[in-house]
Protein backbone atom coordinates (compact mmCIF):
# COMPACT_ATOMS: atom_id res chain seq x y z
CA UNK A 1 0.00 0.00 0.00
CA UNK A 2 1.67 3.28 -1.22
CA UNK A 3 1.02 6.11 1.50
CA UNK A 4 1.03 9.83 0.50
CA UNK A 5 2.10 12.74 3.12
CA UNK A 6 -1.24 14.40 3.78
CA UNK A 7 -1.01 18.00 5.60
CA UNK A 8 -4.12 19.70 7.18
CA UNK A 9 -3.59 23.43 7.47
CA UNK A 10 -5.23 24.85 10.89
CA UNK A 11 -7.98 26.79 8.19
CA UNK A 12 -8.95 23.86 6.81
CA UNK A 13 -10.34 22.43 11.01
CA UNK A 14 -13.70 22.72 12.33
CA UNK A 15 -14.75 25.54 13.68
CA UNK A 16 -16.02 25.73 17.16
CA UNK A 17 -19.02 28.47 16.57
CA UNK A 18 -19.59 26.66 13.32
CA UNK A 19 -19.82 23.21 14.45
CA UNK A 20 -21.95 24.22 17.16
CA UNK A 21 -24.67 26.37 14.41
CA UNK A 22 -24.37 23.27 12.85
CA UNK A 23 -26.03 21.27 15.23
CA UNK A 24 -28.74 24.08 16.09
CA UNK A 25 -29.73 23.97 12.16
CA UNK A 26 -29.79 20.36 11.80
CA UNK A 27 -30.29 18.39 15.04
CA UNK A 28 -27.90 15.68 14.62
CA UNK A 29 -26.58 13.80 17.79
CA UNK A 30 -23.52 12.91 16.45
CA UNK A 31 -20.70 15.08 14.55
CA UNK A 32 -17.42 13.87 12.58
CA UNK A 33 -15.52 17.15 12.80
CA UNK A 34 -12.33 17.72 11.03
CA UNK A 35 -9.17 17.81 14.16
CA UNK A 36 -6.43 17.22 12.27
CA UNK A 37 -7.55 13.74 11.32
CA UNK A 38 -6.75 11.77 8.32
CA UNK A 39 -8.29 9.20 6.96
CA UNK A 40 -6.33 5.90 5.96
CA UNK A 41 -3.11 5.60 6.61
CA UNK A 42 -1.23 8.44 5.56
CA UNK A 43 3.02 8.44 5.60
CA UNK A 44 3.00 11.03 8.01
CA UNK A 45 1.28 10.94 11.24
CA UNK A 46 -1.34 13.29 12.12
CA UNK A 47 -1.39 16.16 13.78
CA UNK A 48 -4.74 16.59 15.99
CA UNK A 49 -5.33 19.63 17.67
CA UNK A 50 -6.55 18.22 21.08
CA UNK A 51 -7.74 22.23 22.37
CA UNK A 52 -10.08 22.38 19.10
CA UNK A 53 -11.76 18.73 20.14
CA UNK A 54 -12.23 20.60 23.21
CA UNK A 55 -13.71 23.55 21.91
CA UNK A 56 -15.52 21.88 19.16
CA UNK A 57 -17.20 19.68 22.48
CA UNK A 58 -17.70 22.66 24.14
CA UNK A 59 -19.97 24.41 21.74
CA UNK A 60 -22.03 21.66 20.80
CA UNK A 61 -22.41 20.06 24.63
CA UNK A 62 -22.95 17.58 26.22
CA UNK A 63 -25.89 15.56 24.49
CA UNK A 64 -23.38 15.64 20.95
CA UNK A 65 -21.90 12.86 20.28
CA UNK A 66 -18.10 13.92 18.55
CA UNK A 67 -16.63 11.03 16.16
CA UNK A 68 -12.88 10.82 14.98
CA UNK A 69 -13.15 10.03 11.54
CA UNK A 70 -9.73 8.70 10.32
CA UNK A 71 -8.22 6.87 13.41
CA UNK A 72 -6.09 4.37 11.94
CA UNK A 73 -2.20 4.81 12.43
CA UNK A 74 -2.78 7.12 15.10
CA UNK A 75 -0.59 6.57 18.36
CA UNK A 76 -2.15 5.39 21.57
CA UNK A 77 -1.20 8.95 23.57
CA UNK A 78 -3.61 10.30 20.60
CA UNK A 79 -6.26 7.96 20.75
CA UNK A 80 -6.08 8.64 24.55
CA UNK A 81 -5.83 12.40 24.45
CA UNK A 82 -8.69 12.71 21.73
CA UNK A 83 -11.66 11.08 24.05
CA UNK A 84 -10.20 13.04 26.80
CA UNK A 85 -10.96 15.91 24.54
CA UNK A 86 -14.28 15.04 23.86
CA UNK A 87 -14.24 12.60 21.21
CA UNK A 88 -16.88 9.72 21.74
CA UNK A 89 -16.57 7.41 18.93
CA UNK A 90 -13.45 6.54 16.64
CA UNK A 91 -13.77 5.13 13.24
CA UNK A 92 -10.58 2.67 12.41
CA UNK A 93 -11.86 0.89 9.52
CA UNK A 94 -8.81 1.20 7.19
CA UNK A 95 -6.39 -0.79 10.18
CA UNK A 96 -8.83 -3.81 10.09
CA UNK A 97 -8.99 -3.62 6.69
CA UNK A 98 -5.16 -3.87 6.67
CA UNK A 99 -4.61 -6.62 9.36
CA UNK A 100 -7.30 -8.75 7.22
CA UNK A 101 -6.10 -8.07 3.63
CA UNK A 102 -2.12 -8.36 5.10
CA UNK A 103 -3.33 -11.80 7.07
CA UNK A 104 -5.05 -13.54 3.98
CA UNK A 105 -2.25 -12.74 1.65
CA UNK A 106 0.46 -14.51 4.35
CA UNK A 107 -2.52 -17.25 4.45
CA UNK A 108 -2.69 -17.56 0.66
CA UNK A 109 0.97 -17.37 -0.07
CA UNK A 110 1.59 -20.27 2.66
CA UNK A 111 -0.97 -22.34 1.78
CA UNK A 112 -1.86 -21.42 -2.17
CA UNK A 113 -3.72 -25.09 -2.65
CA UNK A 114 -6.10 -24.34 0.28
CA UNK A 115 -9.83 -23.45 -1.34
CA UNK A 116 -11.67 -23.80 2.00
CA UNK A 117 -12.95 -20.56 2.70
CA UNK A 118 -13.55 -21.32 6.71
CA UNK A 119 -9.32 -22.17 6.17
CA UNK A 120 -8.35 -19.46 4.12
CA UNK A 121 -10.18 -16.57 6.25
CA UNK A 122 -9.86 -17.51 9.54
CA UNK A 123 -6.50 -16.18 10.32
CA UNK A 124 -7.85 -13.05 8.55
CA UNK A 125 -10.56 -12.61 11.23
CA UNK A 126 -8.57 -13.47 13.74
CA UNK A 127 -5.88 -11.02 12.66
CA UNK A 128 -9.28 -8.24 12.43
CA UNK A 129 -9.94 -9.25 15.97
CA UNK A 130 -6.71 -8.85 17.50
CA UNK A 131 -6.82 -5.12 16.46
CA UNK A 132 -9.63 -4.46 17.59
CA UNK A 133 -9.57 -5.76 20.80
CA UNK A 134 -6.47 -3.54 21.39
CA UNK A 135 -8.22 -0.56 20.45
CA UNK A 136 -10.98 -1.51 22.46
CA UNK A 137 -8.21 -1.58 25.40
CA UNK A 138 -6.48 1.77 24.69
CA UNK A 139 -10.43 3.15 24.27
CA UNK A 140 -11.10 1.72 27.45
CA UNK A 141 -13.99 0.47 26.32
CA UNK A 142 -13.64 -2.91 27.28
CA UNK A 143 -17.36 -4.33 28.49
CA UNK A 144 -19.08 -1.18 27.58
CA UNK A 145 -21.52 -0.58 25.31
Do not use: C, W
Not at 31 to 49: F, T
Not at 71 to 99: L, P, Q, Y
Request: hydrophobic content about 40%; cysteine-free.
Amino acid sequence: MQKEIIEIKTEDLTKPEEAGQFIKETGVDMLAPAVGNIHGIAANAPKLYFARIAEIKKAVGDNIYLVLHGGSGMSEADFKNSIDSGISVVHINTEIRVAFTEALKETIKEKPEETTPYKILTPSIEAMKKVIEEKLKIFESINKI
